[in-house]
């Protein structure tokens, strides 16, 4: 679930995948119970969301390969999607967005372009 103190979602339409988690947090809530409850494994159900299809990627500005899209899970070793090394000359911000919104619309159900809200200032 997208943190929106934190980030914006770009493109993408998480719900299905969002209202997984909440639903088992509410099958699992009870007295004193809450996310860091040992019954309730947010990681096992983040693995099982990956095996069946569901993908984020993330904006980030390098240091010195200008603006790159890369998956923000480590299920894809963080591999970076557009931009980085090999892009000559690097890629702008609105290059990256228009590449990470291309990307998440090629199966919107499946697929969230996030942004730390920071960079999108």
């Known amino acids: 679930m997208l943190n ?3 980030f914006t ?3 993408g339409n998480t719900t299905k995948w969002d209202q997984e ?3 088992a947090k509410a099958k699992d809530s009870g007295p004193g119970r809450n996310l860091r409850d040992p019954d309730f494994n947010l990681c096992e159900m983040q ?3 990956h095996r069946r299809g569901f993908r984020s990627a993330r904006l980030s500005k390098t240091l010195n390969l200008g603006w790159v ?3 923000t899970s480590n299920l894809d070793n963080r591999a970076t999607l557009f931009g980085g090394r090999g892009c000559n000359p690097p890629l702008t911000k609105e290059q990256a967005i228009k590449a990470g919104i ?3 619309n090629e199966d919107p159900d499946n697929r969230e372009f996030i ?3 920071r960079d999108m200032e």
Request: charged letters at 5%; hydrophobic letters at 50%.
């Open 115 to 117: 942004a730390s809200n």
């Open 9 to 11: 979602l770009l493109a």
């Open 4 to 6: 929106t103190t934190y």
């Open 102 to 104: 291309q990307w998440a």
């Open 69 to 71: 899209v890369c998956y």
């Open 21 to 23: 988690i909440l639903d």
């Open 47 to 49: 693995i099982n969301q």
